[in-house]
């Protein structure tokens, strides 16, 4: 099997290492693991590609790249450039922190696995959740290492990637902010919703008097509702969710419809 991984934290980040080891795993000796990650961090980029300016690439050592551009851009890199053909499967991450509830919808290492399904690819993002569980001392990776291969091979067996024809499906995967051997086990769970603030900017005045903004998160350790992903993560157990890039609203759609006409 021919595996490409990538993420938004960069190049050099631990979580890729790990990542890299799931994806060994997965393919086999025989198999093939490629890297091209970005060659900087590109958090909260969500799915944007370097549409108007072109993307340096270098080769930095056997089947491993470095673009200097989003997670989506190296998709695509990977795809069209410098693999001798399309992989198998792309994996994203592991992300160092959650891509749960609205964290989706602005994540890089989304979008990377986005634009793996849409490329025909099976794709899986793969993130790590931090909380006092994991974030102080120790390896915060280790139920990403621990519980990876199996939540992979647990999709590749379950075959479910959506219509060939259409868009497909991608899966996003948070692993809880605990300790490998205390995760609880898997859940399909569905995206939820943090009640409160999102994400906001703070402004402050540099010595110069220019005037420059922080952009902060919501507080990751609210969960959403019961059943969806980062309840269950803040629960204990690894979340997986089924995602297409189809953003219709079909609750919508028909009463849309009969208003219009």
């Known amino acids: 099997m021919r ?3 990538t993420n938004d934290d960069g190049i050099n980040a631990p979580g890729l290492k790990a990542l890299h080891a799931i994806a060994a795993a997965i393919a086999g000796d025989g198999g093939e693991v490629w890297t091209v990650a970005p060659a900087f961090e590109q958090s909260g980029v969500g799915h944007c590609i370097s549409y108007t300016h072109p993307t340096l690439v270098s080769e930095l050592e056997t089947r491993r790249w470095a673009a200097e551009g989003s997670p989506a851009d190296c998709v695509l890199a990977a795809m069209h450039d410098i693999l001798p053909a399309p992989p198998d499967l792309v994996l994203s991450g592991v992300n160092r922190g959650n891509n749960a509830a609205e964290n989706v919808l602005y994540s890089g290492t989304i979008g990377a696995a986005m634009e793996g399904a849409l490329q025909g690819r099976r794709a899986i993002a793969l ?3 931090y909380g006092p569980g994991n974030r102080d001392g120790g390896d915060g990776f280790d139920a990403a290492r621990v519980w990876g291969e199996r939540v992979v091979r647990a999709l590749l067996d379950a075959d479910l990637w ?9 899966y996003n995967v948070n692993f809880p902010p605990v300790p490998g051997d205390a ?3 898997m859940k399909a769970a569905a995206q939820g919703f943090r009640h409160g603030d999102g994400f906001k900017v703070e402004p402050v005045i540099s010595p110069s ?5 922080w952009t902060r998160g919501a507080d990751q350790q609210r969960p959403t509702q019961p059943g969806t992903d980062a309840a269950v993560n803040l629960d204990g157990w690894i979340s997986v969710t ?3 890039a189809d953003l219709t609203d079909r609750d919508t759609l028909g009463e849309l419809a009969d208003r219009l006409s």
């Open 183 to 185: 995760v609880k086990g």
């Open 162 to 170: 959506g219509d060939a024809d259409g868009y497909r499906t991608f």
């Open 127 to 129: 993130s790590q959740f």
């Open 209 to 213: 008097g220019r005037r420059f903004q």
């Open 242 to 244: 089924p995602l297409v």
């Open 3 to 5: 595996i490409l991984i």
